[in-house]
């Protein structure tokens, strides 16, 4: 067992003050009676609330140096919320007038990607042909859709020869930069060119539109205008005739075409007789 010297070294080692022990230990010291005593309650400390003395029993004190007497605890002061406003009136109006600003600016137009196409303007006896170029180059003399164009102007019974009139339109224009060419503006394009080349042949009878780009963006129609004569305004009067690659894929067409042909071809055979 350890002495009782060097357990109450390891006590102070371990700074231990007063130490019991749960059994009686065999050459242990015997215990102080003081340490098994209860201990007493301890005095209740006066009130933070108390009333501070009165001046008068202050000056009535014995003179001499007193003690310094503990600092007064301040009062902690009480935490006031203060709600926070709701929106003003005039608030509430200046977020009404944008919101209405807002609705009532009109929403920008989502500009549409250029169309893509390639046309030739052509002249045929007292015809002009505006047609679309299926492989982007002019058309050459044994091209199948030359040859299909040539039967169809014998049968329209004008000159099977068709010569070209300046160069072909290929659209867009740019191929980059910030110029709008929409589809608005390729038919305001199409529009012009053929008046102005127009202007400077002879009068013609009826202008040849073949192909939907023709179609569309000189005669400002589509395809259900096919086989049907147009007035354009600023050309005058116009036949919207399928694309040839669509003839030679739908042979079916070719009789569509050759019954509005009968009508429509007084245009220029009256002239020519």
């Known amino acids: 067992?350890?002495?009782?010297?060097?357990?109450?070294?390891?006590?102070?080692?371990?700074?231990?003050?007063?130490?019991?022990?749960?059994?009686?230990?065999?050459?242990?010291?015997?215990?102080?009676?003081?340490?098994?005593?209860?201990?007493?309650?301890?005095?209740?400390?006066?009130?933070?609330?108390?009333?501070?003395?009165?001046?008068?029993?202050?000056?009535?004190?014995?003179?001499?140096?007193?003690?310094?007497?503990?600092?007064?605890?301040?009062?902690?002061?009480?935490?006031?919320?203060?709600?926070?406003?709701?929106?003003?009136?005039?608030?509430?109006?200046?977020?009404?007038?944008?919101?209405?600003?807002?609705s009532a600016r009109p929403a920008r137009p989502v500009s549409a990607p250029p169309p893509r196409f390639a046309l030739q303007?052509?002249?045929?006896?007292?015809?002009?042909?505006?047609?679309?170029?299926?492989?982007?180059?002019?058309?050459?003399?044994?091209?199948?859709?030359?040859?299909?164009?040539?039967?169809?102007?014998?049968?329209?019974?004008?000159?099977?020869?068709?010569?070209p009139i300046g160069e072909p339109v290929r659209w867009p224009l740019l191929v980059r930069g910030n110029l709008d060419q929409g589809p608005l503006a390729a038919l305001e394009f199409v529009q012009s060119f053929v008046a102005a080349r127009l202007e400077e042949q002879p009068p013609c009878a009826c202008l040849w539109l073949v192909g939907l780009p023709a179609v569309r963006f000189a005669g400002d129609a589509d395809a259900q205008a096919y086989n049907r004569e147009l007035q354009v305004e600023g050309l005058g009067a116009a036949w919207a005739v399928p694309g040839l690659e669509l003839l030679m894929d739908e042979p079916a067409r070719k009789a569509e075409l050759w019954q509005a042909m009968r009508r429509v071809r007084q245009r220029w055979m009256s002239q020519s007789e």
Not at 8 to 18: D, F, G, I, P
Not at 38 to 47: A, D, V
Not at 127 to 154: F, I, M, N, S, W
Request: glycine share 4%.
């Open 1 to 102: 067992m350890i002495a009782e010297l060097r357990r109450r070294a390891y006590l102070s080692a371990m700074q231990v003050a007063s130490w019991l022990p749960r059994v009686e230990l065999p050459f242990a010291a015997p215990s102080r009676p003081e340490l098994l005593a209860p201990p007493e309650p301890e005095p209740e400390l006066p009130s933070v609330a108390a009333e501070p003395a009165a001046p008068q029993a202050r000056e009535k004190a014995a003179p001499g140096p007193s003690a310094p007497s503990a600092p007064e605890p301040i009062a902690e002061r009480p935490k006031i919320e203060v709600p926070r406003p709701a929106a003003t009136a005039r608030t509430a109006k200046s977020e009404a007038a944008e919101e209405s600003v807002e």
């Open 121 to 163: 303007l052509l002249r045929a006896g007292d015809c002009a042909l505006l047609v679309e170029l299926p492989t982007g180059e002019p058309l050459q003399g044994r091209d199948p859709a030359y040859l299909l164009l040539k039967d169809l102007l014998r049968a329209a019974g004008l000159p099977g020869n068709p010569h």
